[in-house]
């Protein structure tokens, strides 16, 4: 494979995400404070999740007993060790 192919294929990627109200609130609190974009901030919080190998990507069974707000079993809230480590507020 010819190297620009190779180089043009590692670029950024942009994607697009629907929010509630409540997170894009507080991402939009947090990156003030740090002084960065909201854009920035959520690469950073992405790639410092999926950096982590203790931590599940993959949604609580609806029968674990949590029921977030829409009446999920789906966690919008990271596990407590990420909190404390990352400062993460509560939405």
Request: charged letters at 20%; proline letters at 7%.
């Amino acid at each position: 494979m010819n190297e620009r192919i190779r180089v043009l294929q590692r670029q950024p990627k942009r994607i697009s995400i629907t929010l509630s109200y409540h997170v894009h609130e507080a991402l939009l609190t947090r990156s003030e404070e740090e002084g960065r974009s909201v854009s920035n901030l959520c690469a950073f919080l992405l790639e410092d999740a999926l950096r982590d190998p203790q931590r599940s990507l993959t949604p609580q069974p609806s029968g674990s007993g949590h029921v977030n707000s829409n009446g999920s079993g789906h966690s919008l809230q990271p596990p407590a060790h990420a909190a404390a480590r990352l400062n993460t507020r509560a939405f």
